[in-house]
C-alpha cells in the first residue's frame, strides 16, 4: 500500500500493525484508536488526520506530514520522528 491514496477513508480502529505505507496520502483521514504499531508511514501525508488514541509505537513517522493532525492520546512510543512536521497539531508537542 505504498503511496496508497487514503484521502477521507475512515479506517477508525483498524490493526494496520507492521503495514507498509511509505508515502501514503491520509489527508482528512480518520486514523482514531487505529493500530499501527510498527508500521512504515516515512513521507506519509497525515495532514488534518484524526489519530485520537491511535498505537504509534515504534511506528516510522520519518519525514511525513502531521499539519493540524490530532493526536491527542496517540501513543508515539519509539516512534521514529526524524524531520517530520507537526505545524498546528493537536495533542503532541515536539
Known amino acids: ?41 516515512n513521507s506519509a501525508i497525515l495532514i488534518r488526520t484524526n489519530l485520537t488514541n491511535a498505537n504509534l509505537s515504534g511506528a516510522d513517522l520519518s519525514f511525513a506530514s502531521l499539519d493540524r493532525a490530532n493526536l491527542e492520546g496517540a501513543n508515539l512510543e519509539g516512534t521514529n520522528l526524524e524531520g517530520t512536521v507537526f505545524y498546528d497539531s493537536r495533542g503532541y508537542l515536539p
Open 1 to 41: 500500500m505504498t503511496e496508497a491514496n487514503l484521502t477521507d477513508a475512515n479506517l477508525a480502529g483498524v490493526d494496520l500493525t507492521n503495514a507498509n505505507l511509505r508515502g501514503a496520502n491520509f489527508y482528512f483521514a480518520n486514523l482514531s484508536d487505529a493500530n499501527l504499531r510498527f508500521a512504515k508511514l
